[in-house]
């Protein structure tokens, strides 16, 4: 029984670090069921150029149980040292995305897919329209001064 197979919860990289690497079967883990992502491992292992073939195919047959796609990985990936690498698919788009999300009026869900469909121009003109309305209401609008009022004495003994 190895070291893993003791611990009270095993993480994904320690999951990903058996299909890879060690080739540790975990399936017999007691938690296996409860601890093992399948939807994180199958990112991760679209990460890698030469794991993404077994991730599109585990992606396609999802409905599978959990033992089952653990066991394709595990039986099909090379042992091989890999460094799998997340992105989190966050961009510094957050400019483009207000204006984007402005321009159509739409969630920001549907602006991210916008995103990615629009080309850089497209997204550019967008940006445009939105600076020119920016501008053309900073320019016209003064701010308003409070109004000053008389000095009113007010009554006593009321």
């Known amino acids: ?5 003791d ?3 095993i993480g994904l990289f320690d999951f990903l670090k058996s299909i890879s690497e060690t080739k540790e079967d975990l399936a017999e883990y007691q938690y296996f069921e409860k601890d093992y992502p399948p939807f994180m491992i199958n990112r991760f292992l679209a ?9 599109n195919i585990m992606s396609q047959l999802s ?17 091989k ?11 510094d788009t957050s400019k483009e995305l207000k204006a984007v999300l402005k321009y159509y ?6 602006g991210l897919e916008f995103l990615e469909i629009l080309t850089s121009d497209q997204v550019k003109d967008i940006m445009k329209i939105f600076e020119k309305r ?8 003064k ?16």
Not at 47 to 55: E, I, K, N, P, R
Not at 63 to 79: C, E, N, T, V, W
Not at 135 to 140: A, G, I, L, R, S
Not at 152 to 157: H, S
Request: glycine share 4%; net charge positive; hydrophobic share 25%.
């Open 1 to 5: 029984m190895s070291k893993l197979m």
């Open 7 to 9: 611990k009270d919860t």
């Open 47 to 55: 990460a890698a150029q030469d794991t993404l073939f077994f991730s």
């Open 63 to 79: 409905h599978l149980p959990k033992k089952l796609q653990y066991a394709f990985y595990l039986s099909g990936i090379d042992k």
């Open 81 to 91: 040292k890999r460094y799998f690498q997340y992105s989190s698919g966050k961009k």
């Open 105 to 110: 009026n739409c969630s920001q869900t549907d």
């Open 134 to 141: 920016i501008t053309k209401t900073t320019k016209t609008t």
């Open 143 to 158: 701010p308003v001064k409070p109004k000053k009022t008389k000095n009113v004495k007010k009554a006593k003994g009321v």
